[in-house]
């Protein structure tokens, strides 16, 4: 494994392990994000690329369906739609663990000053993928479920539930026991959690309607449902957006984590004393350490 390395040639160093103020944490995680690029991207294409496969299989699948002249050619078409369409819904599911799973340990192991790379964050996700898109569905039928009913439930659940990923997978716990932690670590801070998410979902957003202009400066809206081509490259310049700005968010979310976990539980002297006994201190300086 290589540690990942910015363009002067120096080793990314790892945020300091302190309470982060809200501020600080943003631009810890754009500055993680600037810096590894390459290696954030690299995680997240793969996944992605999985789901701009079975969307463009979706695509020529409903392009490719004649008009349906008899009732069973209506309902062979509608029935091969729907299963198109869960396909898909299920591979956008499980591209969503894999990639939150992977950019989660890669953040952790920048952070903690640890060497990464995609091969390596990748390594770690194995055995746990299932764990992870499970998660993933427990906590957006939550939040989706607590939006439709009259909003308020949903930012409850939002606040909540948000640090449940990098729990799973860096606490190797089940999801029942990832959502009782996340609720946990996330008590007393749930406006700053939301705050965190909203801006990083605006960004996103922000990003993903530029690059949607920007194609409707190169094609017409009619071209763009009538032109099957024109089609596929909006899927790719979907893919990319994705792809590129897509890891803010779980960046984000990862150091939210450690932060609240130095806040809660002094995860920062604990670490510590970790790293000492890793590099062989000897334990008379590790207590003058801790007495200190």
């Known amino acids: 494994m290589m540690r990942e390395f910015s363009s002067s040639g120096e080793p990314h160093m790892a945020a300091s392990l302190r309470p982060l ?9 754009f500055t993680l994000y600037r810096q590894n690029f390459p290696l954030f991207f690299g995680i997240s294409a793969l996944p992605q690329l999985g789901v701009l496969v079975a969307l463009m299989a979706m695509s020529t699948v409903f392009r ?10 209506a309902m062979t078409t509608a029935i091969l739609g729907l299963v198109t369409v869960l396909v898909y819904l299920l591979a956008v599911l499980i591209a969503g663990g ?18 990464t ?13 299932w764990r992870s898109v499970n998660v993933v569905l427990s906590v957006g039928i939550r939040i989706v479920g607590g939006l439709l009913l009259f909003v308020v439930p949903g930012i409850i659940m939002l606040r909540r539930y948000s640090l ?26 749930g406006g700053r959690v939301l705050l965190v998410y ?8 922000a990003v993903s309607l530029g690059a949607g202009w920007m194609l409707r400066l190169i094609f017409t809206p009619q ?11 909006q899927q790719f310049v979907s893919f990319l957006v994705g792809a590129a700005v897509g890891p803010v968010m779980t960046i984000a979310f990862s150091l939210l984590y450690y932060d609240q976990r130095v806040r809660k539980e002094a995860f ?12 062989g201190v000897p334990s008379a300086v590790a207590a003058a350490t801790t007495n200190a």
């Open 268 to 279: 920062d002297i604990e670490h510590m004393m970790s790293t000492l006994q890793r590099t």
């Open 64 to 73: 490719s369906q004649p008009s349906a002249q008899t009732a069973s050619s």
């Open 198 to 205: 909203v801006l990083m979902l605006a960004l996103i957003w």
């Open 117 to 129: 790379g995609v091969k390596a964050a990748y390594s770690r996700v194995r055995g746990l993928v």
């Open 164 to 189: 449940s990923v990098p729990v799973a997978v860096l606490e190797n716990v089940k999801t029942r026991a990832a959502l009782k932690r996340s609720r946990q670590l996330s008590e007393g801070s």
């Open 223 to 233: 071209i763009l449902r009538e032109s099957f081509a024109a089609q596929m490259v």
């Open 21 to 29: 103020s809200t501020g600080e944490l943003l631009d810890k995680t």
């Open 98 to 115: 894999i990639n939150q799973a992977a950019t989660t340990f890669a953040v952790s192991s920048l952070y903690l000053q640890e060497p």
